[in-house]
């Protein structure tokens, strides 16, 4: 069932399971202002099993492009999408958010995968050593590490 997300009352709804659930409610709050005051878009995210397509696509993105594969149950997906941008984000039940910035058009298009990870989260092992991770502070998130890689190939 999807969940549009208030980023003026932090819920947990649908992170329920997550070990560091009020962390991550403020990471997808943080998410949901950022969409909203750039984009005017509200953010609405859907349980994995709702977007099975999505979730396909950027995993074989990921596998494909760093050989990643994560063991960590994948809880939420958030789309936005508009005639240059086609950005999903993605929620794990470990309190990491992923997200593909993937401009579908330009003379360099920018094409990325960013990594964050809520307060309280573990880097997962799958990733740990690979990346150098940035601090950056949200009234929402509290301290959120992230990272990134670029995207070499095409994929829309």
């Known amino acids: 069932m999807a969940y549009k997300v208030d980023f003026k009352t932090v819920s947990t709804t649908g992170l329920e399971s997550s070990p560091v659930a009020e962390a991550l409610a403020g990471l997808r709050a943080n998410e949901a202002r950022y969409f909203w005051n750039k984009y005017k878009f509200e953010y609405v995210t859907y349980p994995a099993s709702e977007k099975r397509d999505v979730v396909a696509w950027y995993e074989k993105l990921i596998r494909t492009e760093r050989d990643l594969s994560f063991s960590e149950k994948l809880l939420e997906v958030a789309v936005y999408e508009d005639d240059d941008l086609y950005w999903p ?7 990491m958010v992923l997200n593909v910035l993937y401009e579908k058009t330009g003379e360099k298009p920018k094409r990325a995968v960013g990594i964050k990870l809520a307060v309280g989260a573990e880097v997962p092992v ?7 991770f940035a601090h950056q502070r949200s009234k929402l998130a509290g301290e959120i590490r992230g990272s990134y890689f670029k995207v070499k190939q095409t994929w829309l």
């Open 89 to 95: 984000e993605f929620y794990y039940e470990n309190g």
């Open 126 to 132: 799958e990733i740990e050593g690979k990346f150098k």
